[in-house]
Nanobody
Framework: VQLQACGGGLVQAGGSLRLSCAAS????????MGWFRQAPGKEREFVAR????????YYADSVKGRFTISRDNAKNTVYLQMNSLKPEDTGVYYC?????????????????WGQGTQVTVSS
């Protein structure tokens, strides 16, 4: 599985961005797709995930109500719509794929990673 993330940028607090993650490979519908982020000097943390088949979603408490993860089956693409952005949302955002059997929502569970895209939220 190969993942290509894009859509990051610089935005003011309260603004919005949409990240995209284009996936290629076999049996994508069996994967759980996740978004993680890493701020300078901090560990990589879970943001959101979606089960490709069925579309069930799960979010970190820090982004609930502001971020929405979705997927487009025809385009093999996963999105992260980020609204009401805060300076603490700043970091490099990574998309990742977890193959069965699925693990908990932490980086070590995921098998494939995209290259990351920078999100900077100014106050």
């Amino acid at each position: 599985v190969q993942l290509q993330a894009c859509g990051g940028g610089l935005v003011q607090a309260g603004g919005s961005l949409r990240l995209s993650c284009a996936a290629s490979g076999r049996a994508l519908s069996t994967y759980v797709m996740g978004w993680f982020r890493q701020a300078p000097g901090k560990e990589r943390e879970f943001v959101a995930r979606i089960i490709w088949r069925g579309g069930m979603t799960y979010y970190a408490d820090s982004v609930k109500g502001r971020f929405t993860i979705s997927r487009d089956n025809a385009k093999n693409t996963v999105y992260l719509q980020m609204n009401s952005l805060k300076p603490e949302d700043t970091g490099v955002y990574y998309c990742a794929a977890d193959s069965p059997p699925y693990g908990p929502a932490r980086p070590a569970s995921y098998d494939y990673w995209g290259q990351g895209t920078q999100v900077t939220v100014s106050s």
